[in-house]
């Protein structure tokens, strides 16, 4: 199926306002959208691209079709307070962002790469600390509720040297959201496969934080993570489709810049995907809860064509 812009807004709109289930994308700023979900001529300055027009321009395209975004800036430092209004300010109500922790509160040790400086190898002393995650994230965001969704804890793969036990991990983690506030939506993405058991799960589903069921290069396919954690046993569904099994970031951006088309077709995903939109949509009640959805450019080549295709498989 062509990605068209107006046949997919109603679907969207009808999903989050019908079912409380929010689909959207992992980021929006990407040129090679242009044609499909973005109009070029607005960010032409004498018949040349403006990329800077561009960026700052295109949330609003974007919201002007999906309902939710998830924003991975925020993983790579804490956000300001006016980065957070600029963002806001572009959407319209009933839009939802979902944003990524700062890695300074999810990484345990620093890797030890020129990105760190003089903290490579080092001990992060901010892991998992909530005060530190309340007063430089969360308090950004508090004048803004209505328009979040979910709060990703995204944890890059813990070695030997971070966990002997991933039991450990859990209780760390048990601690953490002991202290947080409860009202706002948690969830948490791990890379560490071994980690998903009985305990896991326990673990968040006691303080109401969801699973991310994440396609990712070493994670195990997300049917098989909801055959290990039915999608019923959850409080609200999160789901992050990023990475066919076994290929990395790296050969994705090599092979599939600039997102401007399917690349290669990823099956098992979008069964899982079909499953859990089917779910979400076939309950008989509302639920309290919104769940949320996100498909990254790197799972197939364009991520508005692989939601296109599976909405049309779904719904049409």
């Given at each position: 199926m062509l990605f068209r812009r107006e046949n997919l807004r109603p679907l969207l709109a009808g999903l989050a306002d019908d079912h409380q289930v929010y689909l959207g994308t992992s980021s929006w700023k990407y040129q090679g959208w242009c044609?499909?979900?973005?109009?070029?001529?607005?960010?032409?300055?004498?018949?040349?691209?403006?990329?800077?027009?561009?960026?700052?321009?295109?949330?609003?395209?974007?919201a002007a079709c999906f309902r939710t975004?998830?924003?991975?800036?925020?993983?790579?430092?804490?956000?300001?307070?006016?980065?957070?209004?600029?963002?806001?300010?572009?959407?319209?109500?009933?839009?939802?962002?979902?944003?990524?922790?700062?890695?300074?509160?999810?990484?345990?040790?620093?890797?030890?790469?020129?990105t760190f400086g003089d903290r490579a190898g080092e001990v992060n002393e901010s892991f998992l600390n909530p005060l530190t995650l309340q007063y430089l994230f969360l308090r950004h965001l508090e004048p803004f509720r209505e328009k979040v969704?979910?709060?990703i804890f995204e944890f890059s793969h813990f070695t030997k040297e971070d966990y002997t036990h991933g039991q450990d991990f859990i209780a760390e983690l048990d601690q953490l959201f002991s202290q947080l506030p409860k009202d706002w939506q948690y969830s948490v993405e791990v890379r560490n496969p071994n980690f998903l058991h009985a305990e896991y799960f326990a673990t968040l589903k006691r303080h109401g934080v969801a699973h991310i069921?994440?396609?990712?290069?070493?994670?195990?396919?997300?049917?098989?993570?909801?055959?290990?954690?039915?999608?019923?046993?959850?409080?609200?569904?999160?789901?992050?489709?990023?990475?066919?099994?076994?290929?990395?970031?790296?050969?994705?951006?090599?092979?599939?810049?600039?997102?401007?088309?399917?690349?290669e077709i990823d099956p098992n995903s979008r069964e899982s995907l079909t499953r859990m939109i089917n779910y979400l949509t076939s309950r008989k009640e509302r639920a309290e809860k919104p769940s949320f959805i996100y498909i990254g450019n790197q799972l197939e080549g364009n991520a508005l064509h692989t939601l296109a295709d599976v909405l049309e498989g779904v719904m049409g």
């Open positions: 044609g499909m979900l973005y109009d070029e001529e607005r960010y032409l300055w004498n018949k040349t691209f403006s990329k800077a027009s561009f960026e700052r321009g295109c949330l609003e395209e974007y975004v998830c924003v991975d800036a925020t993983y790579y430092r804490f956000p300001k307070a006016d980065y957070i209004e600029g963002l806001m300010n572009q959407v319209p109500d009933g839009f939802k962002f979902s944003f990524k922790v700062p890695d300074e509160i999810t990484i345990k040790n620093f890797p030890k790469v020129k969704g979910t709060l069921y994440n396609q990712w290069t070493h994670m195990p396919p997300v049917n098989e993570q909801i055959g290990v954690h039915p999608l019923e046993q959850n409080d609200f569904v999160a789901a992050r489709y990023l990475l066919k099994p076994h290929h990395t970031r790296e050969w994705a951006e090599a092979k599939m810049q600039p997102y401007s088309r399917i690349y």
